[in-house]
């Protein structure tokens, strides 16, 4: 299985740029004000997978002094109409920004997405949006639309956006197992626990990042300390065990670290949240408010409730042999 090399992080050089449409543009070196116009994959982006790199390498392989860029949308639109939704996100906001430059973008425009932007058309989000971040080549997959009710696709950019200067490029959608790789796809080898299949389609392990936060440190008093991370609008692999792997991004000279988790409610101590708490193997750091990416690398076993602490010592005792084992044979 591909494993993280280092911790998620935006690289410096790259520029992030928030703009709802409603409002100025809140920059001054966009194309129109004399900068290098831009070569761009657009995109919801969620989880940067396989798919979604080849688009963004169309772009910063474009050439022509244009600046490899993505464009993409916050909230992700699906969360705009559907508020209540259940978590479905395949990485969160500070993790995509970093995925994106890591996938080689210099410039990141995330459009807000907003009843302004619900309302736009098609053809005013080719002839005036695009224009305004000073697009010249665009890059998306064949299915990607767009527009007020999606009336707008790869064809119309083609057409309608020559007459201000804009070069449409559609990029054939990458296939794994013969199936097309998509976030759809991915949300589902998570949710059945097939880890592997979902870290082939990411070209790297499902990550889930948080700020470590206070726990009933339950987990000292029978010997294994943890790392509580709250779960946000991430999706949720089975409630259970896995073996992980983990980065922290505020110390990126810090060796990766392994380790074993359980994601879930924590039945035995009668949870009331959702929660991954982490075991980290032979780590002494001071992890409270830290970030932390963490990798779900293997299935060991669903969570359990147990009769009291001494059967979950034992369990967890097991858990982590299990996690060493599987931590061995990758190396």
Same mark, same amino acid.
């Given at each position: 299985?591909?494993?993280?090399?280092?911790?998620?992080?935006?690289?410096?050089?790259? !520029?992030?740029?928030?703009?709802?449409?409603? !409002?100025?543009?809140?920059?001054?070196?966009?194309?129109?004000?004399?900068?290098?116009?831009?070569?761009?994959?657009?995109?919801?982006?969620?989880?940067?997978?396989?798919?979604?790199?080849?688009?963004?390498?169309?772009?910063?392989?474009?050439?022509?002094?244009?600046?490899?860029?993505?464009?993409?949308?916050?909230?992700?639109?699906?969360?705009?109409?559907?508020?209540?939704?259940?978590?479905?996100?395949?990485?969160?906001?500070?993790?995509?920004?970093?995925?994106?430059?890591?996938?080689?973008?210099?410039?990141?425009?995330?459009?807000?997405?907003?009843?302004? *932007?619900? !309302?736009?058309?098609?053809?005013?989000?080719?002839?005036?949006?695009?224009?305004?971040?000073?697009?010249?080549?665009?890059?998306?997959?064949?299915?990607?639309?767009?527009?007020?009710?999606?009336?707008?696709? *790869?064809? *119309?950019?083609?057409?309608?956006?020559?007459?201000?200067?804009?070069?449409?490029?559609?990029?054939?959608?990458?296939?794994?197992?013969?199936?097309?790789?998509?976030?759809?796809?991915?949300?589902?080898?998570?949710?059945?626990?097939?880890?592997?299949?979902?870290?082939?389609?990411?070209?790297?392990?499902?990550?889930?990042?948080?700020?470590?936060?206070?726990?009933?440190?339950?987990?000292?008093?029978?010997?294994?300390?943890?790392?509580?991370?709250?779960?946000?609008?991430?999706?949720?692999?089975?409630?259970?065990?896995?073996?992980?792997?983990?980065?922290?991004?505020?110390?990126?000279?810090?060796?990766?670290?392994?380790?074993?988790?359980?994601?879930? *409610?924590?039945?035995?101590?009668?949870?009331?949240?959702?929660?991954?708490?982490?075991?980290?193997?032979?780590?002494?750091?001071?992890?409270?408010?830290?970030?932390?990416?963490?990798?779900?690398?293997?299935?060991?076993?669903?969570?359990?409730?147990?009769?009291?602490?001494?059967?979950?010592?034992?369990?967890?005792?097991?858990?982590?042999?299990?996690?060493?084992?599987?931590?061995?044979? !990758?190396?």
């Amino acid at each position: 299985m591909p494993d993280l090399t280092r911790p998620l992080q935006i690289a410096p050089d790259c !520029q992030l740029i928030d703009w709802s449409i409603s !409002q100025p543009l809140p920059i001054s070196d966009l194309a129109d004000h004399g900068a290098p116009p831009l070569a761009a994959a657009i995109g919801n982006f969620d989880g940067v997978h396989l798919g979604h790199r080849k688009l963004i390498a169309g772009a910063c392989s474009h050439g022509d002094g244009l600046i490899p860029s993505v464009i993409t949308f916050h909230p992700h639109p699906r969360r705009y109409f559907q508020p209540d939704l259940p978590g479905f996100a395949l990485a969160d906001d500070t993790d995509k920004l970093a995925l994106l430059s890591d996938a080689g973008a210099k410039r990141i425009i995330r459009l807000e997405f907003d009843d302004a *932007m619900r !309302q736009t058309t098609a053809h005013e989000f080719v002839s005036r949006i695009l224009p305004a971040l000073g697009v010249r080549a665009l890059y998306a997959g064949a299915d990607f639309a767009f527009g007020k009710q999606r009336s707008g696709n *790869m064809d *119309m950019i083609r057409e309608d956006g020559r007459q201000f200067g804009i070069d449409a490029h559609t990029v054939e959608l990458v296939s794994e197992n013969d199936a097309i790789i998509s976030s759809s796809r991915i949300r589902a080898a998570i949710a059945r626990a097939d880890m592997a299949e979902a870290a082939r389609m990411l070209g790297r392990p499902y990550v889930i990042s948080g700020h470590v936060c206070h726990g009933e440190k339950r987990g000292r008093t029978i010997g294994f300390p943890t790392a509580n991370i709250m779960l946000g609008d991430y999706v949720l692999p089975p409630f259970g065990v896995y073996a992980i792997s983990a980065w922290l991004p505020d110390a990126p000279d810090q060796p990766k670290m392994t380790g074993v988790a359980n994601i879930g *409610m924590r039945p035995t101590v009668d949870g009331q949240t959702p929660r991954l708490e982490a075991n980290l193997f032979d780590v002494d750091l001071d992890l409270y408010d830290r970030r932390i990416n963490v990798s779900f690398l293997d299935f060991i076993r669903p969570e359990q409730r147990f009769d009291n602490l001494d059967q979950l010592r034992h369990h967890i005792a097991q858990d982590v042999e299990s996690a060493r084992a599987f931590h061995a044979k !990758q190396n």
